[in-house]
């Protein structure tokens, strides 16, 4: 068996020594159990994916038809005025 050293936040370590003392385990046994369950719950590490995620595309979305100014000027034309 190994020993070893970790830092936990006070009040997760009060809420792991009164659930350990309601059992009648050790805080040890109580990570070591908290340790197994987890080994349980995710046995696999997730997957990394292989290529680059990018959006769908669609030629029926967009401004089509306006210059960059039009489309700033649209844009302005649309905000709300008390945030100017």
Known sequence: MTKTQIQVPEE?????????KQREWSLAETFRRAAELLLQVYPEPPEIP???????????????????D????AAFADADPRLA
Not at 12 to 20: D, G, K, M, N
Not at 70 to 73: E, G, M, N, T
């Open 70 to 73: 039009q489309l700033r000027d």
């Open 50 to 68: 292989t290529t680059v995620w990018t959006p769908p595309t669609s030629g029926k979305v967009g401004w089509k038809g306006l210059s960059a």
């Open 12 to 20: 997760l370590f009060r809420e792991l020594r009164s659930f350990a």
